[in-house]
């Protein structure tokens, strides 16, 4: 009787043992490769043999929670821990009250470049592309008068080519703070030097991401209205000017 409740102890503590390779990485591939037609959740497999994890990685090394058919029904099974293999922490975002972002919301999922590669997502010269994905306002491609920035003094030591003045280079200023929400620094570039005070705020007269909020921006408001009064003056004295030679030319005829 002993050896038999061993043997059934044995049995259940072995289950999970040999239910987690039971997938192989063609078991994944044949649901969730692109041209299948098993799954909703599709991936590229070229892209992702162009990736970082495309030679090493496997399926079932990130996605650790997928042992068994269970996971067709258990939501968030498919979740990945990129912490297991990396020393960087997500803290991006920490204060946000919701929709806080992921490690793919700007790595990507499957097809993670590095970062040196002109085609990842975090290359700088892609940065402000991926960034403004979810800071529009911040990268001025949305917003009132967005088109319409205030003015800036611009003063750069541009004999220094090892660094990139531009407003595009988000990670100049902002670093690891904005990336990963460290203090370090992720690159050479210093910019937050000048730009940015030891509270991460603004250094300088002036603001780098304007926006039209009076509880947040009112001397961006106040210039936005000041803008706006000034086109509307230039248009109407235009339009009017033009009345008049036109009116008057006609009037030389008769």
């Known amino acids: ?5 061993m043997y059934i102890l044995l049995v259940l503590f072995l289950l999970p043992v040999v239910g987690a390779g039971a997938y192989t990485d063609e078991d994944c591939i044949r649901c969730h490769g692109g041209d299948s037609q098993e799954s909703l959740l599709k991936m590229s497999m070229e892209q992702f043999k162009r990736s970082v994890h495309g030679k090493e990685g496997s399926c079932q090394g990130c996605h650790t929670n997928v042992l068994d ?7 968030g099974s498919g979740a990945v821990d990129c912490a297991a293999c990396h ?3 997500n803290q991006h975002g920490a204060g946000a009250t919701q929709g806080r972002p992921k490690c793919f919301s700007c790595h990507t999922r499957h097809g993670i470049l590095s970062p040196k590669n002109p085609r990842s997502s975090v290359h700088p010269d892609r940065l402000r592309q991926t960034c403004r994905s979810c800071h ?3 990268s001025g491609s949305s917003g009132y008068m967005a088109w319409l920035p205030s003015i800036r003094v611009a003063s750069h030591p541009k004999q220094d080519f090892s660094q990139v003045y531009d407003m595009d280079n988000c990670l100049g200023c902002h670093q690891g703070r904005a990336a990963h929400g460290e203090t370090d620094p992720l690159n050479d570039q210093k910019c937050h030097t000048c730009h940015l005070d030891k509270d991460g705020k603004n250094k300088l007269w002036g603001v780098m991401h304007p926006e039209v909020r009076w509880d947040k921006q009112p001397g961006v408001t106040v210039a936005a209205v000041g803008y706006q009064l000034s086109l509307l003056v230039l248009v109407i004295g235009g339009f009017r000017w033009l009345v008049r030679r036109f009116s008057g030319v006609s009037k030389r005829k008769e």
Not at 69 to 75: F, G, I, L, N, V
């Open 87 to 89: 020393d960087k922490f």
């Open 136 to 138: 529009p306002v911040q």
């Open 1 to 5: 009787m002993k050896i038999r409740i």
């Open 69 to 75: 058919e269970d996971h067709q029904e258990t939501q």
